[in-house]
């Protein structure tokens, strides 16, 4: 609900380190690939998206990344493969490269 360029199904948050209750990562997709933010508003839409977090959750975002259409993996069937993703960004063998 930060952007509506945002794709709130098309995301992934969990824990950077998992001994690490209190602090998380966002990675979340444009709708478009046209949709994709300026430099300047990703800035401001990370700001108000850990502001969010912390408000609703009391969770802080270490990282919200905003990506391409299509750079999150996912299953055969389109969801989100979560786990994978998580597993991936801590390891940082993590493509975050969309393929378009």
């Not at 700001?47 to 993996?73: C, M, P, S, Y």
């Not at 786990?83 to 993590?94: K, N």
Request: charge should be positive; aromatic fraction near 4%.
């Amino acid at each position: 609900q930060s952007h509506a360029a945002l794709n709130p199904y098309a995301a992934a948050a969990f824990q950077r380190d998992i001994e690490d209750t209190g602090k998380a990562v966002l990675l979340i997709e444009c709708k478009t690939s046209k949709d994709m933010p300026s430099a300047t508003e990703i800035g401001e839409i990370s700001r108000a998206i850990k502001r969010a977090v912390r408000g609703e959750w009391g969770i802080d975002l270490e990282a919200v990344e905003i990506l391409h259409r299509g750079t999150l993996e996912r299953t055969t069937s389109g969801k989100i493969r979560r786990r994978v993703i998580a597993t991936g960004y801590r390891s940082g063998s993590l493509q975050m490269e969309a393929e378009f």
